[in-house]
Structures are given as C-alpha cells and as structure tokens.
C-alpha cells in the first residue's frame, strides 16, 4: 500500500487550565490575550494517532492545518518538532468571532484545497469550546463518513479502516471507508516528545506574514529549504464566502455569561464501618452513578 | 505547567557566560556544517538558542515523566530475568521518551548522529534529570562512555558503534572488581588475544556495575599475562550482541534504587580493544572517569535541588506554635544555605564545565589543524584547571548535597523520615555520590595537587584581578582576608616538610580554597547580575569563618598528633 495522506486538524486554545480573571471578555468570547496559548490537548493525542499511522505505512504524509491568529503557527512549528511533515495556517481577520458552523465551514474549503486525502484527524473537543462540533461537522461539509471518540486505530487498509471508539459505558470497534474524519478521545495515547533534532532543524519554519518580520539571513534560508515553508491561506485563497464567516456568519450568539459558585447542596455523614460504605454502593448501583 | 529547565534561572545564566562564545566556536567553528546538516545552526546565537531550546524538552520531560515516575521505580527498581536486567516500568518509559527526543549521544558530533554539545550544556541536562530521579540519571548519563570511544577508539570502531547512541543504545563503564575498587591496578578480569580469530577474548569478574547489562560496554582488562600494575591495563569495547557475559545478581542498595548495579561473569566474551594496550588505565579510564566525576558533581547539584525545593514547600506547609516553621530562624537559616551552597555549586559546575570545553574544544581542533602557539598555550592551561577542578567539584558538590540533603529532611521533622515524603529518597540517593568514581578521600588526593602546585592560588588571582563594581568591593576584600589565611595554612603545613602530616590535612586545604574559589565566581556572578549579591556575601561569610577554623585547627596540629590520631590502628576490632 502507497503511504496516506493524513491531515491533522488543531487549535491553538488558551489554556483554561489556568484561567485567571480575565478570562472573558464583556461579550461572552475568551480573552486569549489573558491566557498563554497552547496546543489543544486533544489535538495533541489525534497527532500522535497521525504519526503512529505515519510509522506503520511508509511513505505516509502528515500535514497539520490549523485556523486562528498568526501566532497560532507556533502549535504547526510544535507538530512539526513531534514528526509531523508540513504545516497549514488559516487566517484573516475575517474569520474573528466564528462559531462552529462558520469554523467547520472554512476548514471544509481549506480541505477541499488539499485533496486527495485518506484520513482526517482532529481532537474530539477543543478545551475553550468544549463543543465536539466541529470535526462531525467537517466531515458532513465533506460527504465523508466520521468515527468520533476514537481511542486507537486498529488497522488501515486499501479503502478501510478499524478504530475502537470509548463510549461513556464501554468500547465499540467500528469499520469505516476511506477517506473518512476521526475525531480523538482524550482517553487515547499521550503525543511522543519533541525531538532535538526536528526541533533545530524546523524552528525557523514561518509563514509568509512571519517571514516579514525574519532577519534576512534567515529569510534566504527558505530558498533552499523548503521544508521552513508553512503554508497560509487567507479568504481570498479558500475561495470562501463572506456571508458564512466569522460573526457574520454565526448563528450560535453568547446570551449571558454568569459566574457560577459551587456549593455543596447536599452531603451525608457516613459512619466509618464496612456497612454503611456497602449501603452507599448499593445505593449508587441502583441509581446507575456507577456500574 | 512546570518545567525544570526554565524555573531555574540559573540556567539560562551559565548559558550566557562571556567564555560560551568561546566554546560555541570551538564547537560549531565558522558554523560551516550547516551546509551539510539541516540541524545544524546558523550563528552564535542561533546555536545558543539551540541549546536553550533543546534544554527545555529536557526540563519538560523530566516535570512530566522523570520526575513522576520517580517514587514507582525506586519502590519497584531493576529485576534479573534470564540472567540479563529488566528495568523498572517507569524506568523504560523515562528512557524512551529520551530516545524518542533524541536525547542520547548529546554531546557527540552530528557526524555521529549526535547533537554536537558541549559539556556544559550536557552537564545542564544531567542536573535536570538527577533532580528529577538521581537513579536514572546514571543510566543516563552513561552516554559519556561514547565520548571516550570517539576519543579514543578506531575509525572502524567509531562508526560501528557510535551511531548507535542516538538509537537509544545504552552503555556502561566496567571498572571495579571484587578486589579493586578505589586501586583499580588490581584489576584481575583476562583480556587474551587470539591469532585465529584475530580478536580479543574477556574472562573474569566485574563488580558494583552500574548498568552492567547494557548494549555497550567499556571494559577494563588485563592484557599483559603476569603484569601486576597500571601498565599491563588495556580498554576493551563489548556489545552485548555478543551474548557472553551473564549478570550474576544485581545488588539491592540505600539509594539511587532504579539503577541497576550488577555483578557481571565474562565468558570468553568477544571484544574490540580501544586504543592502544597497556593505555587502559592510565590514558582512557582516566579521562572517562573525569567525564563522569564531573557528571556526580552536576547529580549532586541536581540532588540538592530536588531536595531544597522539597523543604522550602514544607516549611510553608507546616505550621506550629500557630506560623508557618519557615518563619523561625532556626529554619529559615538552614533553608537560606542551601539555596547559597547550591548556587554557589553550580557556579563551580559549569565553571568547570567550561574548562573541559575549551580543552577538549582545542584537542578536537588540533586534529584538524596545528594549534598556534596561544591556542595550544590555552588548551594546556584548561586542561590543568580541569585537572583540579574536577576533583574539588566533585568534593564540594557531593559533600554538600548530603549536608543539604540532611537538613532538608530535617526541616520536614518526623514526617521526613516517613516514606511519606520525597526527602527520605533524595536523602538516600544523596549518599553514594560521595563514594562512587572516587571516594571525597579520594578526590582530594587529586585535588590537593591544585593546592601544593599554586594552581589554585594561580586561578584565585586570576578572578582576583577581574575589576568589579565598587558594591561588590567589600566582598573581594573578605576573599583577599581569606586568600591570606589560605596561604598561612598552606605554608604552616608545607613548613613541617612531611608527607603525612600534608596528607592529614589535605581535604582542609582543599576545601579552604575551594571556599575562595566558590566566593570568587559568585562575585563574578553578581558582576554580571545584581540578584547574585546576596547570594555572595552570604556565602562568603560562612566560608569565612569555615576557613577560619580550619586554619585554626592547622595551626594547633603537631607531627606527633598524628600519632596520636595512629593510635586508632591498634585498637581491638570487634
């Protein structure tokens, strides 16, 4: 079998996991400046699927395409350091503000631009959105078949491909036909390191808005080392339509945004004995809280 | 998310010391290979960067895998399954991750598939991971043995085996027997040489090897049948391919857990000789085992680190009398020395570091060109320098790690010498590096060289005569008090003309300049970074008064307390 063509989907997302007051901004989107920018972890895990998938068939390709700020190059230079091939930035101030739909809706043209391919990869949630609308949606703007939660790709043959997906309450092995889109539970393997010698030898890699800002001597480097090339698109380049972009193009608007203060409403005092912790297990049983 | 290469700002520093240009064009020379490597950098800066960069996956791995693996494989260490080693679960994983990095073979030439590194930046790395688990950074930093065998070994050799480090090869040094241990003359193990199979055969014993049972090993073997000595000694390189040598028992021990120590049975195992014969000892062992003493300094550091960072977030945590300890000066105190001694060791490290650089940056340059007159004049003054530095680094950084260690758990009270705690693993795996590649009496047999040579007093005055701001003239004041006692000290002890009597007080002479020393850098330091200020005073105060009680203690000794301190040898055993 020739190698794949496998296309990797990532977000540059602030990391939520330390989120500080100004998280937000007064009209309900995040304040990324606040937050450092990371890649989306599970992203991260749908890279590594990418690249186990690049070992086990030679002569495979693994491109990463993201959408977002220019900054958000860094996360295509950090796949590049783990193994992957060529990077993709989507950007243009016209896509600011996009929900889902408008996001899926360019993703789906910048795919379009890079066909033929076998599979697509993305993360199952982005942890800004937490949505898991977006890869589904992809493949539907595609006509592709789509295998979501994805937690290891079993085989990949001619035209198939086997992955068992982790349901809330067990496993579930799935064929589906290539090309199609998975989207990667957080449950998957962790993403292998970056590497010294990657890392060394694609750390000047830029886009052309980069490039501009590059001393000379490294932009002469790109003559002959193609490989710094990352690609950028903006609408112009995608061919896409206004009226589908950025918050023009959103249906889904942030009502209100309200501060939310767990308290505990409820707590029991169990006796410390073998009986009483039997009795809260059963009683957890039979409410299906585990089991 | 942490990461233990940027959290320590001491780093980045060193990287940036005036000499790194120095090395970085010794290494990297008009950066000429990257026109053949795509990894290869650009500039000064570019390659500075490299190393920055380079060293954060290393400070990332270790906060993320190193580091939590670390309690597991101590608890669960190395096991012997068909007479061969299987590590730890997590020790596997550590070791993989390096692998996938690319991490191992750092310092040698891309030729080799290696990073090109130079030692300080190898030696940064080695801290890192020591502070993360000291165990594997043995098995780490075993990648020293290529070193040696790019010094030393044939072209055929080299590329043979050399290439394999990047792979993920591992290796090991075997040097000590059951009956040669710190005299490592006595070595026992059979090298003979067989004219129909032109190659060398091993038969014997090895003992206390840490990470016997690797893919490469350095050998050291006798050669001349009936030698007694250094001189009948050669190096042998074995492959573990060759399926000769069996792992008798791996030995259960205090600290540094995860690392396997074995006992090794070669049976006419196949091996290639390294270098010439009869230079085992004497040429290659030597410079391998200056490699790794510098690498103990930098494990010890790291120790120290780990365990410093360990007490410092317990006294916050802990409260009696209604405060958190670290508000008692009883405390406080303890936890303000460590952070000074640690500073004040590293400063040594990769002052030392440096040294070994720029000689071994010259040596590499000599096989290219003839060195001019200056040029060779330096690669000689360096290598002297590091010929005492390294012993008195590896003195003063073991020695306090353990001081360090001590209090750390200290600080932590009872529940310090619980299992409950990190401490009680760093207070273990802080005791073998004063004993392993050289006991501190050992080291201070080499280092007390630096001392009756004046090449320390040479390198004192060197610092000495490096202008400072005014702010920082009261400190080159107390190190200028303290260079007159050192000297006082040394005269009074040369001045008895007896060998025993500088043998009994060599570790106080070497450790009084060592202070001096230690002072100066950090004087240096706060020349370049006004932070390191503090650091220095308080660092030289208390080398002061050390100083002071050591030149005390000299000047009350006599010739006829050591036959005093004699009459221990008669006393009854047992």
Redo the contacts between chains.
Sequence with gaps: MKGLNIIVLAKQVPDTRNVGKDAMKANGTVNRAALPAIFNPEDLLALEQALRLKDRHEGSQVTVVTMGPVRAANILRDALFRGADKGVLITDKKFAGSDTLATSYVLSRALQKLAPFDIILCGRQAIDGDTAQVGPQVAEKLKIPQITYVEEILAVSKQKITARRRMGNGMETLQGKLPLLLTVHGAAPAC??????????Y?HACTPSEMSHQRE??IR?HEH?H?LDLTEWNVNDLQAEEAYLGLYGSPTKVNAVTNIVFTARESKVLAPTDEAINALMAELVEHHTVG | MGNYFTEVEDYKFHLRHPLMEKIVSLKEGDFEEEQEYDYAPHDFEDTLDNYMRVLEIVGDICENTIAPNAADVDAEGPHLEDNAVRYARGTRQNYATLVQAGLIGMALPRKYDGLNFPVTAYVMAGEMISRADAGFANIWGLQDCAETIYEFATEELKDNYLPRFNKGATAAMDLTEPDAGSDLQAVQLKATYNDQTNRWYLNGVKRFITNGDADISLVLARSEEGSEDARGLSLFLYDRQEQAVSVRRIEKKLGIKGSPTCELVFNNAPAWLVGSERMGLIKYVMSLMNSARLGVGGQAVGIAEAAYREALKYAHERAQFGKPIIQFPGVYEMLTDMKVTITALRSLLYETARMIDIYRGYTDRSHRRPLNKEERLEMKTNSRYADVFTPLLKLMASENSNRIAYDALQVHGGAGFMQDFPIERLYRDARITPIYEGTSQLQVVAAIKGVTTGTFMKKINEYAAVEVKPGLEYLRHLLSEMTTAYTAAVEEVKGKENEEFMDFHARRLVEMAGHIIMGHLLVLDAQREEKYKYLAELFIKKGKAANAEKLAFIRNSTLKDLGTYRQVVADPVG
């Design positions: 292998r390191t970056r590497n010294a010698r990657r890392l060394m030898k750390k001597d490294y480097m080392r490989y």
